[in-house]
């Protein structure tokens, strides 16, 4: 087992190196599905309590609520078929609930006599949406008198040793001995690993546990995807193929290509006419391997040979826009390891691809779900002078704060961050703190309110890591974002919002505990004339944001409010 020493060792070593904030929608695209992953792992009872142990040892709270335990048992019991579940007999007797809980009842032996296993019943299908509404909001109402009644019933490890060795006994009935041994064992690795993971969620919501194999492949898709190629991206601009992105690193940023290059011909051959998708086939190929571009740099032109290799394309996009290239718009979709340097080249690019000055940029962060908290942090530090990012808070540690260093070399240039109710974790710790310090103004819609930080801790055991937070952030005057999120300083109502948010989780950590009080916004008078002059760029848009209005509304106005109501 880990002992204090080695568990502080192990969390103070995570917060070094700025942890990872694993998101749903990252794991969700992993080729590799959690039940493959986790086929050839020995999970058992050793593992629960080795993976239990460590949760209360790392936790952000230490505290294991006691309807955690009745959260593991109905985990494990999700392996039977049909399926049962653990209730409170309370519920049973009440009419109004009677109904929403229909089928077998049986009871145990070994557990308290308030305790009852139901299962087997048909849920009825609403024949209205009107029903349906009203069906789920019933169900709402006996979750939450579920909780309750469960909360005054006593149970623990002693009761989740009942409902397993319950399990073990209709296992073989499940699956049919003999010839479905092995199945069997499988199941029965199978629950305690719900079990492990539905206690975790009793204890805090992001709390999983992961087989090792899928934090490998999710460390590989945070560091960007590598491609062989010159490290370019194309776009048909005017007709003209032209270069909208260098790739850092890449045989063409080496070169000295910038964005706004146009590529004129390959190998000799003059690519007009030829669709974007066409002239990224003809730059692909085996690395190694040589391709001669001829290029045009306003009235120079010129003929370069580079060597195609694997080049780490980032997720850090970005392009210059309206009269004069007047808007720089950068794009991060997730904090992928590196994007701090790729967003400060990225930022060096958009500067030197026209003559005339950036005059505004807006930082496009809707749908960005986090990533690494130290590319969040090197990104603030970009558009930071001086002063604190954010304050990194764990239990029985001291805080770990992070501050400005670069004040040489920040961009100066007037900010808008635009944001949406997804945006979460470092995601919101970047707004938060270009917010507090007055850097940018924020737009858009209220964020997901995400303000903890997750640490993954290696099993002795086996195979797999324990993912579980253990710390919760604060900004640079003090406040947090947990279950609260980022306000912004200018609505827009074309942005997303709502949607499920971190204070719906049942058991999420709460806004309160010493927070200040809401971050002030702009003054009455000035936030007034923001909102009459966004409300100006909306209704009479300037001609040359009709084709972004097109796709992307909320960007178009975001640019328009950026460019007419900031700078």
Same mark, same amino acid.
């Given at each position: 087992m880990h002992d204090s020493n080695a568990?502080?060792?192990?969390? =103070?070593? &995570?917060l070094a190196a700025c942890v990872l904030l694993v998101t749903r929608p990252a794991a969700a695209l992993l080729p590799v599905s959690i039940e493959a992953a986790w086929a050839d792992l020995a999970y058992d009872e050793q593992g629960f309590e080795e993976i239990?142990?460590?949760?209360?040892?790392?936790? /952000?709270?230490?505290?294991?609520?006691?309807?955690a335990w009745i959260k593991a048992a109905n985990g494990a019991l999700r392996v039977l078929r049909p399926r049962v579940r653990l209730t409170a007999r309370v519920l049973l007797d009440d009419h109004a609930t009677r109904t929403l809980l229909d089928g077998k009842i049986e009871r145990l032996k070994c557990l308290d006599k308030r305790l009852v296993l139901l299962g087997g019943g048909k849920r009825k299908r609403p024949d209205s949406t009107a029903a349906l509404r009203r069906l789920r909001a019933a169900r709402r109402t006996l979750r939450a008198a579920e909780r309750k009644a469960l909360g005054r019933i006593p149970f623990g490890r002693k009761g989740l040793d009942c409902?397993?060795?319950? &399990?073990? *006994?209709?296992? +073989?009935?499940? %699956?049919?001995?003999?010839?479905?041994?092995?199945?069997?064992?499988?199941?029965?690795?199978?629950?305690?690993? /719900?079990? %492990?993971?539905?206690?975790?969620?009793?204890?805090?919501?992001?709390?999983?546990?992961?087989?090792?194999?899928?934090?490998?492949?999710?460390?590989?898709?945070?560091?960007?995807?590598?491609? &062989? #190629? $010159? @490290?370019?991206?194309?776009? $048909?601009?005017?007709?003209?193929?032209?270069?909208?992105?260098?790739?850092?690193?890449? +045989? =063409?940023?080496?070169?000295?290509? !910038? +964005?706004?290059?146009?590529?004129?011909?390959?190998?000799?051959?003059?690519?007009? #006419?030829?669709?974007?998708?066409?002239?990224?086939?003809?730059?692909? @190929?085996k690395a190694g391997t040589k391709v001669r571009l001829t290029i045009r740099r306003r009235s120079k032109r010129w003929q370069v040979t580079l060597i195609r290799a694997a080049v780490r394309r980032s997720t850090v996009t970005g392009r210059r826009h309206g009269p004069k290239d007047a808007v720089g718009v950068l794009r991060l979709p997730v904090f992928a390891s590196g994007a701090a340097n790729d967003m400060r080249a990225l930022v060096g690019q958009l500067a030197k691809s026209s003559k005339r000055r950036t005059q505004v940029h807006v930082l496009d962060l809707r749908g960005n779900t986090g990533g690494w908290v130290n590319e969040a942090v090197g990104i603030a530090d970009l558009? /930071?002078? =001086?002063?604190?990012?954010?304050?990194? !808070?764990?239990?029985?540690?001291p805080d770990e704060i992070h501050t400005a260093k670069r004040a040489k070399s920040d961009v100066r240039v007037p900010l808008v961050v635009l944001v949406d109710s997804a945006c979460r974790s470092s995601c919101e710790l970047l707004t938060d703190a270009l917010q507090a310090h007055g850097r940018a103004l924020v737009i858009g819609a209220p964020t997901y309110g995400k303000g903890t930080v997750q640490g993954v801790f290696e099993a002795e055991r086996g195979k797999w890591s324990l993912?579980?937070? $253990?710390? !919760?952030?604060?900004?640079?005057?003090?406040?947090?974002?947990? =279950? *609260?999120? &980022?306000?912004?300083?200018?609505?827009?109502?074309?942005?997303? *919002?709502?949607?499920?948010?971190?204070?719906?989780?049942?058991?999420?950590?709460?806004?309160?505990?010493?927070?200040?009080?809401?971050?002030?916004?702009? %003054?009455?008078?000035?936030?007034? *004339?923001?909102r009459a002059c966004l409300q100006r760029v909306e209704t009479h848009p300037p001609a040359w944001l009709a084709p972004i209005a097109r796709t992307d509304r909320a960007l178009a106005s975001a640019m328009g409010f950026a460019l007419r109501c900031v700078r």
């Open positions: 568990i502080a060792t192990v969390v =103070a070593g &995570v239990v142990s460590l949760a209360k040892e790392v936790h /952000l709270t230490g505290k294991m609520p006691k309807v409902v397993m060795a319950e &399990v073990t *006994r209709r296992l +073989p009935q499940v %699956t049919g001995l003999p010839a479905a041994a092995t199945e069997t064992v499988t199941q029965q690795k199978r629950a305690w690993r /719900l079990a %492990t993971n539905h206690l975790l969620k009793g204890m805090d919501p992001h709390a999983v546990i992961v087989p090792n194999k899928l934090l490998e492949q999710l460390d590989d898709e945070s560091g960007g995807v590598r491609r &062989v #190629g $010159i @490290g370019v991206e194309v776009a $048909i601009v005017r007709g003209v193929a032209t270069l909208v992105r260098v790739h850092t690193g890449g +045989p =063409a940023d080496k070169a000295g290509l !910038r +964005p706004g290059d146009q590529l004129l011909a390959l190998a000799g051959k003059p690519l007009k #006419g030829q669709k974007s998708g066409q002239i990224d086939a003809a730059l692909a @190929g558009f /930071l002078a =001086a002063g604190e990012i954010v304050r990194v !808070r764990m239990r029985g540690e993912l579980i937070t $253990i710390a !919760r952030y604060h900004g640079p005057d003090g406040g947090s974002v947990q =279950a *609260r999120g &980022v306000t912004p300083d200018v609505p827009l109502a074309s942005v997303k *919002r709502g949607g499920f948010r971190e204070s719906n989780f049942t058991g999420a950590l709460s806004t309160v505990q010493g927070d200040p009080k809401l971050r002030k916004g702009p %003054t009455s008078k000035r936030s007034a *004339r923001l």
